[in-house]
């Protein structure tokens, strides 16, 4: 339904560009147009959580200059708890749009993220730019840059949770701009 409106609503845009007598400029309607492109958007990865994630987190992204490139075999996915595809895919997410968000070179506020199913396992992997300096513990987890490190660093507890929760293995690397988790976790039938 918000598409059918949203494709609506741009015609009307279209028609208001063409037959506008001055009362609204072309940028603002422009800038009308953009914001419910934003809404027009249609994510089907095979998988509801998948897409409603990622609808979700578009909008962010969108708001903060940030693009991310997904490659997400959705169904390969159903196996697993509706909460654990939130927790794991919502916190990669949330943790790469806080690491490109201080980054000032807008064209380096970019990410991807594949996840994809190869004989019985499914192996996820983002990759993102970051600015500063990574510092992991000897967990091999990524300390949180947050002065509170009481309250910060949960989303990567998470992480690592769920993928031990479902018997995977999980990395975090860095080399001086780019990070990157990768995750390797056996299908269950």
């Not at 991310?68 to 794991?88: C, P, R």
């Not at 996820?124 to 000897?138: A, V």
């Amino acid at each position: 339904m918000i598409n059918i409106k949203c494709h609506d609503l741009r015609k009307q845009i279209r028609y208001l560009k063409v037959n506008n007598k001055g009362s609204i400029s072309n940028e603002e309607l422009t800038k009308i147009e953009n914001a419910i492109r934003i809404y027009d958007t249609s994510i089907k990865t095979g998988n509801d959580v998948i897409d409603t994630i990622l609808q979700e987190k578009s909008l962010i992204m969108n708001k903060n200059g940030i693009v991310g490139t997904f490659l997400i075999n959705g169904e390969s996915l159903l196996f697993m708890e509706k909460e654990d595809v939130y927790a794991l895919f919502g916190n990669i997410i949330d943790n790469a749009i806080e690491a490109l968000s201080k980054i000032e070179d807008k064209d380096k506020r970019t990410f991807s993220l594949k996840a994809s199913k190869s004989f019985n396992f499914i192996t996820i992997e983002e990759t993102n730019f970051f600015t500063g300096k990574i510092d992991f513990g000897k967990d091999g987890l990524p300390k949180t840059s947050k002065d509170d490190k009481n309250y910060h660093g949960y989303g990567t507890k998470s992480i690592v949770y769920v993928i031990k929760k479902l018997h995977g293995k999980v990395s975090f690397t860095a080399d001086e701009s780019t990070f990157t988790v990768k995750a390797v976790i056996p299908i269950k039938e």
